[in-house]
């Protein structure tokens, strides 16, 4: 079997393997992809695209066949579209599995027909991804979800407009990830079991049987303080502790490639692995999942290795310098956006300030009957910068991202309270945030 070799070989088509794709073969050079499943990745998928267009169906009566097969529809739309900027950038594209058999050479198994492809390159870059969820044709009775970060939130709160009994189980203390601020966290609780989802916190599974007489799951758990055991009937149990990398078939062994204990691949900040000529980008490197940093690890690749000859900067970038400004959001109702380095994470040398406010402070919000939620900033006093913005709003989003352009540029706090906004939308609440409740914070203990 003759191996075929390309300048460039990238392993997955997500949102950093396609415009990576792309772009290389703009500049001239041989490009070959290899997507094990569906062109466009995780995102469009079975991700971001999909989740936001199952809250849709949230009418009085439900059809959810109608609801999955407008999702469908769109996926297909938005996968197409990369499929077709693929083809016409003119990379070769291969549809199968692939495995490293060599340093910089793989073999790929074709879908159709099992056929064998060996593929080698100068540089090769590995975008494969996580596993994704899988979708539901029906409302669920009771859906037990495990795991209270971001995709157990959205989840619960879908299928409970959806018309579900819901009970979310979380092993820590409240809701979300470690990075987030518990008074945020605690906020989004309250939000919930308004919503008339259960949340049991603290809690740890005991074990998953089927129920003697609906042999439907039966849920053992031990939850609260005194961890008294619970029994709950399911229907159907999501599971939302976490994605895993697909990196388990890859044969990484085979190239030399190191990865974490869970099977991250590590890399440099420039987003190299350890072996000269095979770089990772995406969600399978680990740290923050999100789709616009692995459209921002393509654009270090870009710059990096393939400059285009009018591109003005030619400084080295690396996954360090967007570090402080790496927003994220929550698409839950009220969405939950925050942006910065937690405040955890924060020097303990130092004292901080906080400012929050209420939602219902916010005009655009009293108008429209959506007060649920808080705004909080966190400021370093030395120097009047918001260092962390947080908020639960319905247009949490995009009132974040203007803070987070306030943050990039450098300007103070004092520039958003005096700046003059039109009214009445929701951004009328960077004026009035520091106006709410003051607090000084050092990391490890707060004072007022």
Known sequence: MSTKHYNALILGSGQAGTPLATHIKSLGQSVCLVERAHIAGYCVN????STRLWGDGAEVKIDMEKVRQRKRDIVTSFR???????????????????????TREVDVTLNKGGEVRSLSADKVFVNVGCRPIQELGQVPSHLVVIGGGVIGLEFSQLFRRLGAKVTIIQ???????????????ECMYSILTEDGIDILLNSTIQHISPDTDTRLPLVSTRTGPDQHEKELKASHILIATGRTPNTDT???????IKTTSTGHIIITPSLATNIPG??????VKGGPGFTHVSYDDFRIVRDNLYPHPNQLSKSVRTTEDRAPFVPSTTFTDPQFATVGPPLASLSKEKTYVTYSMPTSWIARGLETDETRGMLKAVIDPETDKIVNFSAIAVEAGEIMCVVQMAMMGGLTWMDSRDGVFAHPGWIECLNNVWGGERREVRVGGERT
């Open 46 to 49: 079975e991700g971001c695209t």
């Open 250 to 256: 890859l044969n990484l062994q085979a190239a030399g």
């Open 80 to 102: 197409g579209g990369s499929e077709k900027r693929l083809e016409n950038a003119g990379v070769d594209v291969v549809v199968g599995s692939a495995r490293f058999v060599g």
């Open 171 to 185: 092993r820590g203390p409240r809701l979300l990830g470690k990075r987030d601020d518990p008074e945020l966290a």
């Open 278 to 283: 095979v770089y990772t980008l995406g969600d």
